[in-house]
């Protein structure tokens, strides 16, 4: 997966349609979620399109999600989401910004407000799975 920094060198260059083009792009290369795990469980409340985010495990202390929409847009969101924590420390996830890592996206002026109303949703399950990894690490 590519990372939030890389992505946003290529979204900061682009424009309108092409930044939807980005999203659906990402959203593509998402490392593909079994069915068998789009369950209720793993349904974020609040989406306008059906998300999910599964904590896939952990390599040592490092957070791996998998994640998946039923709309394009949407799972280019999701994509740029899961980028900002993928693969890092379960500490600096509980402890990032993830808003503010996805503000220079400036979404909610790029996307309709029923595209990115989920944002925050996805954002607390993934600081909240985070955080409780990073507890038990602690014990």
């Known amino acids: 997966m590519r990372s939030l920094t890389d992505i946003l060198e290529e979204y900061e260059f682009l424009e309108g349609d092409e930044r939807y083009g980005l999203l659906i792009e ?19 409340r609040g989406c306008s399109a059906a998300v999910w985010v599964y904590p896939a495990g952990h390599d040592g202390d490092r957070l791996h999600f ?27 996830v509980a402890a990032m910004d993830v808003t503010g890592a996805l503000a220079p996206f400036d ?14 949703n996805m954002i607390a399950l993934v600081k909240e799975h985070a955080a409780r990894l990073a507890a038990a690490g602690e014990d």
């Open 26 to 44: 990402l959203g593509r290369d998402l490392e593909p979620m079994p069915d068998a795990l789009k369950t209720d469980a793993t349904l974020v």
């Open 66 to 92: 998998l994640a998946d929409s039923n709309a394009a847009i949407t799972k280019g969101i999701v994509a740029l989401v899961i980028a900002a924590v993928q693969d890092k420390p379960a500490a600096e």
């Open 107 to 120: 979404l909610k002026n790029q996307l309709s407000s029923n595209r990115t109303q989920g944002v925050p």
